[in-house]
């Protein structure tokens, strides 16, 4: 610890030049105006404490080197041990210096104060010399030229203060966001002028409204409770999340917060607030929301695929069973049908004259029925054997499936003196099988409505339609009406009682399901009177050959 | 002849007495029963001259029966033909694939089976 001055503590005077002392020391040790403040402060309030305890006490004002650091020392000794008294005053010392040493020697309390010197500021022996010379030779002074002082000195700090908050001025209104400050009844202080720019609103005017021209009222009401006293009494920062309207009208989501500010004695003094433009995070943040729902929709929809799916497996089981059903059924109804047929035909030829007439007519209607049953299980058995599983696909020439088709017909063609005007038909993707079966109930029907007294004629043609195969079969029989059009091609269902026309109600039936068998269709057209036309289509698909 | 109805054994008989029948005729109820029969033929030294069979018969059923028959080389060269309720095309088609000499349908009436009876003779005798 190197000595440089000594000052006592006797009265008022020695005060004003422990701190004069102080100053010069700090300054010539290069310390800053403010730092120099700071630290004759801090010596300040210690020696008062001293001078009004009246026990002869002194300054010594040194320098010490501790390793690396350099610091400026002010020793403050005194004959009273440490009191109640001074502890407001020394511990407000402690608080602006760097650091404190506080020993008693029996009677005498030490008290040294500890400020930081730059470390690129050299200090050498002959440094010290020169100011331990500076301080000999300082001249006596008077109360009036401390004043006097003091008063430049002021003056100076006020300068720099206010060329301080001019810089803080400019600073803040450069900055792209936001700055002001709020008393404590939630009122505008200061704000740069961003705030001004952005909304176009004065701080008058924004005070006038509470803001509530400016913020979106959707908003509004979490905003306000951050003007209120009640909520921001606490002292932790306070933030929101609020659309302010620009100067074009828009609304743009910001961030804004508060912070207290809050004096040494813990007091909140005002508020300190900035709102920043968040507008794109929030876009971010509303479009990931929309991910996350579009990505519980798409989880919604996977699982509903799933219960879909199941459903179809279900359905596609009972169909098979139901059609496996319908096949054993009518399969094993055959038989039974069968010995019907045979029994009531061997009693009509050989007991005839053993039973009455009404008995004989009873027997012809069981012989009768029995016929359309043995029709119907063939029929149902046809239908139920129509499996995808099942199709032959083949290329099939259409021309000879006619012709096995006619073959079939032939007995019933030549009976009803039926004529058929062929034209050429082209070769499919199908099984020649089901095909033929298609043929004959079109060709069968086109018979069998014909009109009374008329030879039936039909013309079957080919027409290639986009993407189509379209063959039709158009015949000059009683038609039909086209409002049952849709009831048409339906299981069982018949447009003339039994008596008029037989049939089974199947056969068109069948035919549909054989065309959707094929991807194709199968369609009726009817003017009711002049007959009927039925075409069949199949899609046009590349053939193996 | 092998067919599980009674019946249907019936109505055959009287059609074969009716066409004033030599040949015997000998009746089974299905398929495992006319296997047995067989082997009594074959041991005998005298096997029949046509098989009839009927498809669906418990235990053995006509179309297993016949692959069967098919399989052992000391029946394999007998006709057999299969008889059925059903004119099912496919069934028709397999039965035929299986090395059936002809597939005929049961009789709807006395007369069809008079006629049926005689087809069967016209097979055993020609071969």
């Known amino acids: 610890m190197q000595e440089i001055t000594k000052v006592t503590l006797e009265n008022e005077m020695d005060l004003i030049l422990a701190h004069k002392r102080t100053m010069k020391l700090a300054e010539v040790a290069g310390l800053s105006l403010s730092a120099q403040t700071t630290f004759a402060t801090a010596v300040s309030e210690v020696s008062r404490n001293i001078i009004e305890s009246k026990k002869s006490g002194y300054l010594v004002l040194c320098v010490k080197n501790e390793q690396h650091d350099q610091y400026i020392v002010a020793c403050l000794k005194d004959e009273s041990p440490r009191s109640g008294r001074a502890g407001d005053g020394l511990e407000y010392a402690k608080r602006l210096v760097n650091k404190y040493n506080i020993s008693t020697k029996g009677s005498q309390t030490s008290i040294e104060l500890f400020y930081y010197i730059q470390p690129n500021f050299k200090i050498d022996i002959l440094k010290l010399d020169e100011w331990r010379q500076l301080f000999r030779n300082e001249p006596p002074i008077s109360p009036y030229d401390e004043l006097k002082r003091k008063n430049e000195q002021l003056q100076d700090l006020s300068d720099k203060f206010q060329k301080s908050e001019q810089q803080y001025r400019t600073l803040t209104n450069s900055l792209p966001l936001t700055i002001f400050s709020l008393d404590l009844e939630g009122k505008l202080l200061y704000a740069n002028e961003w705030l001004f720019n952005y909304t176009g609103y004065t701080s008058a005017e924004l005070n006038q409204t509470n803001w509530a021209s400016v913020v979106h009222e959707e908003d509004y009401g979490t905003f306000s409770l951050l003007l209120k006293n009640d909520i921001t009494h606490g002292t932790s920062v306070a933030r929101t999340q609020a659309r302010i309207r620009n100067n074009s009208g828009e609304f743009i989501w910001h961030q804004i917060s508060l912070s207290p500010f809050i004096n040494e004695k813990n007091e909140l003094l005002y508020w300190i607030g900035y709102i920043v433009d968040i507008h794109a995070q929030k876009v971010v943040e509303e479009t990931l929301k929309d991910n996350i729902e579009l ?141 033929q079966q298609v043929f004959e109930n079109i060709i069968g029907n086109s018979i069998k409505y014909a009109k009374e007294g008329t030879e039936p004629h039909i013309k079957i043609t080919h027409e290639e339609q986009p993407g189509y195969h379209v063959i039709s079969f158009r015949d000059n029989g009683i038609g039909f009406d086209e409002q049952y059009l849709p009831q048409l091609f339906t299981l069982f269902k018949r447009l003339h009682n039994r008596e008029t026309y037989q049939g089974t109600g199947l056969g068109l039936a069948i035919c549909k399901k054989i065309m959707e068998m094929h991807e194709g269709s199968i369609e009726a057209a009817s003017d009711g009177k002049s007959g009927a036309t039925f075409s069949i289509a199949f899609p046009v698909i590349h053939l193996t050959n | 002849m092998a067919d599980d109805d009674a019946e249907d054994r019936m109505i055959m008989e009287d059609a074969f007495k009716a066409l004033g029948n030599q040949e015997t ?93 005689q087809q069967f003779m016209t097979f055993a005798n020609v071969g």
């Open chain 1, 295 to 435: 990505k519980h929709a798409q989880e919604q929809l996977h699982e509903n695929q799933q219960s879909l799916e199941r459903t179809i497996n279900e359905l596609n089981r009972s169909n098979l069973e139901l059609q496996q059903f319908a096949y054993v059924a009518s399969h094993d109804l055959q038989e039974p049908v069968r010995k019907l047929l045979f029994y009531s035909d061997y009693l009509l030829n050989n007991c005839r004259t053993a039973i009455d007439e009404k008995g004989a007519f009873f027997l012809e209607s069981m012989h009768a029925s029995s016929k359309r049953m043995r029709k119907l299980i063939q029929d149902v058995l046809a239908f139920s054997q129509i499996d995808k599983e099942k199709v032959d696909f083949k290329d099939v020439d259409l021309n000879e499936t006619l012709a096995v088709s006619c073959q079939d017909l032939e007995m019933y063609i030549s009976e009803k003196k039926a004529v058929l005007e062929i034209g050429p038909l082209p070769i499919v993707r199908g099984d020649g099988r089901m095909l």
């Open chain 2, 25 to 117: 005729i000998s009746f089974a109820q299905n398929g495992v029963r006319t296997l047995e029969i067989l082997e009594d033929c074959a041991s005998e030294g005298a096997l029949p001259k046509l098989i009839i069979l009927d498809l669906n018969m418990p235990l053995l059923n006509g179309t297993q029966t016949l692959s069967k028959l098919k399989e052992d080389g000391r029946f394999n060269n007998i006709p057999v033909i299969i008889y059925s309720t059903s004119i099912n095309p496919v069934e028709k088609s397999k039965c035929l694939n299986l090395g059936a000499h002809s597939y005929i349908t049961k009789p709807l009436s006395h007369l069809e089976s008079v006629e049926i009876a």
